[in-house]
């Protein structure tokens, strides 16, 4: 299915033959006292060669890659392992893949020094220097990422080693920095008097109110430090001249940046949506949480997209000002966003059609970097700590704990695209991403006179019908949060109700199919009933077995992406382990088996449908649930009765419908587990609720499933985990975002204040 450009959007194919796809690994290794936090550990890249195949089949031409100093040369050059970077290497040249070599990346290289460290520069020289002996056909080099960024965070703000809190401390880091970069490329050049050097950092942009112009002017010179210090830039000139004397430079060293100047051959900008900050003197406007004090100055301090009513013009500008500046040829080397999958690849087609943009207007961009390939863990909070929060890039390592290789994304599919030249395929590249959707804002909207965003390259996608994903189920739990969720997610779809779609008569889908003209369809509703369904199997056969059928026929005749939901209940209770997606079934009862036999049905009938087993769902926008009857009830003193007999996996309803809409747009089929990893009874699971919710457990009642009056069996234990990947965050993570997200709606419809009963009964 190919989606047409728009017409005043920049074309993928004819104008792009010189903009080139690269690809990036993220590789921190960040030192927090004296822990190393290193991102290829947790990615496992460390330990598979084969992600080099991985990488070359999407299309790139080359790939930021690392031969880390910490890693490699920990006890210095002459104990280094070469062993990783010359099997790595060498295999990404035979595949075509051009490596761009980073030594420090995030880090501050081995224990015994650091980035203020007045022999850093020469020790990582000597290092520089060793890596381009032993691989003289090596080309691109980033000695240093981030030079500027890595400074702040290191010595300005304290986050990284050696956690400087003043300004004396950034601008000694960086200065380091600088020089280290110098050095190495002078010691590479040796080798190879071809050497180029790539110099990234984070293409940064400062706006805010009058009242701090003085700050964002600040800022906004600030940013180009380590670039202007290459460039021998720096003289009694520049506007940050006595800035950088008043914060312990000296003339000497930095006049030997001017007699000691390194251009980087490709100027490497690194653009996130936290790229461009909106500064307000008015701090109690904003959450606390982006409210500062600056030189005195307190301030809200906050991403632009969140604040400003009118959308900023994004990376285009920018790279237009780095050209005016350095008139150096450009690559964007970090092209990513922490979002569902649809804005990502929103994101990455915006940079591209930036890119292409540039380029007209007479800007050398060579390159775009899609980051992090193996995506990345815990920058949420600037790897400080292992959360395991983590956000995929085109491949999701979180299937490798169970032995599976990364698994592509979309992201891999528009890369493949984008390197190919072929139409960009998939639908859901039609709509805009968040940073330019209304509801977008954390605090009021502020006004300003930026420039409006180029239509050009905000508008991708031009189509006389935007296809939307159909749902059936309108009227139930599962139907009406993805009716919710997608359009927060602005994803277009129709939730349609038995009258408007009747999954079991094949008339009826046809006529929606036709009528709606949509790219996937979502079963979201069935018979739901389990101890009515003992009694009435024959209707809970139809609805849960024949109408998953003839969607799936009509999908797999029109082309279309299908996604149905099956249950826990296929299991018989036998094991003591959570249930893998291979493991036998034996339903006990009639709704576990119409949806075994739904499974079959569905996956003999389409092959490419996708099929989610689930469990026990919780949610924050209807009564019923199992966590909600129990606060209900408990947090007024009532009593509750839950069965401590019973092994089941809570699912929290907005995972599962962000996850199960990630997995639709990745094209992914066969049967998935997923739920919240534990596995807890459900007495355990009330008590959860409980201690998330500040709620006394006191009058809970822990009871045998014997005596709760079920008229159909249950297995005693039927927790699922996944032999594919466990894609949804913990039970007690999803527990405390259901409090909030029931506080919300409470504030939000006026039924009650936290604390009291109403909070719960939203």
Known sequence: MDIHHDSQSVSTSDSSSDLALWGGLECTVNRVRDNYFSQMDRNGHAERLQDIERFASLGIKAIRYPVLWERTAPDGVDRADWSWPDERLPALRALGVNPIVGLVHHGSGPRHTSLI?????????????????????????????????????????????????????????????????????????AVNPDAKLVQTDDLSKTYGTPEMEEITGFFNERRWL???????????????????????????????????????????VNYYITSERWLDHRPERYPETHRHVYRGAPHADIEAPRALATPTPGIGPLLMETWERYGLPIAITEAHIDANREDQLRWLVEIWNAALKARQQGADVRAVTVWALLGSFDWNCLVTECRGYYEPGP????????????????????????????????????????WRRPGRFLCKPVATRLAVADIAVRSQ??????????????????????????????LACHVLTR????????????????????WAIINAGGYVRVDEAEGDEER???ENTLGPTVLALACIRHGLRFMTFSTDLVFDGAKDRPYLESDPVNPLGAYGRSKFEA?????????????????????????????????????????????????????????????????????ERGIWHLANADAVSWAELARRACVAAGVSSERLEEVSSASCGYTAQRPAYSALGSERAMLLPPLDDALKRYVVAVQERANEVGTGQPGEAAHYAS
Request: charged share 20%; aromatic share 10%.
């Open 540 to 542: 809970c056969m139809r």
């Open 461 to 490: 996608f031009k189509s006389t019908h935007v296809q939307p994903i159909l749902i059936s189920g309108a009227n139930g739990t599962l139907g009406s949060a993805f009716k919710r969720i997608c359009e927060k997610r602005n």
């Open 226 to 268: 380590a670039w202007d210090l290459l460039c021998g830039m720096v003289d009694d000139g520049h506007k940050l001249w006595n800035y950088l004397l008043e914060s312990g430079a000296t003339e000497d060293e930095l006049r030997w940046f001017r007699e000691n100047p390194c251009p980087p051959d490709v100027m490497g």
């Open 117 to 189: 460290d007045p022999n850093f520069p020469d020790l990582l020289a000597e290092y520089a220097g060793a890596v381009a002996a032993r691989y003289p056909w090596v080309e691109y080099y980033t000695p240093v990422n981030e030079i500027c960024t890595t400074a702040r965070f290191s010595g300005l703000n304290g986050v990284w080693y050696p956690h400087g809190g003043d300004e004396a401390t950034f601008i000694r880091a960086l200065l380091t920095q600088c020089k280290a970069t110098v050095l190495s490329m002078r010691a590479i050049r």
């Open 395 to 434: 491949f999701d390592v979180r299937g490798a704990t169970f032995g599976n290789a990364p698994r592509p994304t979309a992201v891999a599919t528009l890369m493949r695209e984008l390197a190919s030249k072929r139409p960009l395929s998939n639908p859901v590249l039609q709509g805009e991403g968040w």
């Open 499 to 518: 009258q408007e779609m009747d999954i079991t008569d094949p008339a009826s889908v046809e006529a929606a199919i036709v009528r709606f003209k949509p």
């Open 599 to 667: 499974e079959q049905r569905v996956l003999e009938a389409d092959p490419q449908a996708l099929v989610i087993r689930t469990s026990s769902f919780f949610g924050p926008w209807d009564q019923h649930n199992f966590v909600t009857q129990a606060l209900n009830a408990l947090d007024i003193g009532l009593p509750f009765q839950a069965a401590g007999d019973v092994t089941v996996s809570p699912t929290y309803v907005p995972d599962l419908v962000n996850v199960s809409l990630d997995l639709l747009i990745d094209r």
